[in-house]
């Protein structure tokens, strides 16, 4: 079995892994979001995902938040945080990696309103290139640059102009991008 396809075949492995990420993410996510980053993504089977949540929700595992714009959000409750202090290890770690890293990559592709600032600043070793990407009043990244040149600073920032979204997807797509390992707990 290639483990970058398996998909968990049971609703347990199904709740289990949807409370994993709650937990790894720590903050509400709201519905829609939860449903693309495990059934549009393949990793989970629509039929087990939602009877998964059905039974959370019902037992208290996870939490129903409705927010000011009366979107609906799951949070993991206090039974979720022991469920998943129990039972993780019954799923793969590999796939409990793998949907923590959809999840990543969802938010990073979900960019609303992406604003860059670049500033440069000459220096006896080349050039400084100071790059910072916002998501509204949200600072997502700093980065500071040592380059041979201005013009190559210059170029660097025109790239990174282009598209700060897919930039910023590609620096988390790269840092969270891990070969798979055989499960070690």
């Known amino acids: 079995m290639d483990t970058a396809e398996y998909r968990p075949d049971d609703v347990n492995s199904v709740k289990i892994l949807l409370c994993c990420l709650?937990?790894?993410l720590d903050t509400?996510?709201?519905?829609?979001?939860?449903y693309d980053?495990?059934?549009d993504s393949g990793i989970i089977n629509y039929f087990y995902y939602n009877e998964a949540i059905e039974d959370l929700l019902k037992n208290d595992t996870i939490i129903s938040v409705v927010d000011d714009n009366g979107n609906t959000g799951f949070s993991l409750g206090e039974k979720g945080e022991l469920f998943v202090k129990n039972?993780?290890?019954?799923?793969?770690?590999?796939?409990?990696?793998?949907i923590i890293f959809e999840?990543?990559?969802?938010?990073a592709r979900k960019l609303q309103n992406a604003s860059l600032?670049?500033?440069?600043?000459?220096?006896?070793?080349?050039?400084r290139l100071e790059c910072s990407i916002s998501d509204g009043d949200v600072k997502l990244m700093e980065l500071n640059l040592l380059t041979q040149s201005r013009y190559q600073a210059?170029?660097?920032g025109e790239r990174i102009s282009d598209n700060p979204s897919s930039f910023y997807n590609d620096i988390i797509g790269y840092s969270i991008q891990k070969r798979l390992e055989p499960d070690k707990e």
Do not use: P, Q, W
């Open 28 to 34: 509400v996510i709201g519905s829609e979001e939860l």
């Open 117 to 127: 600032t670049l500033d440069y600043s000459d220096c006896e070793n080349g050039c």
């Open 154 to 156: 210059e170029m660097i």
């Open 103 to 107: 999840a990543l990559r969802y938010k």
């Open 37 to 39: 980053i495990a059934v």
């Open 87 to 98: 039972f993780a290890s019954y799923v793969e770690l590999s796939l409990r990696k793998r």
């Open 22 to 24: 709650l937990h790894n």
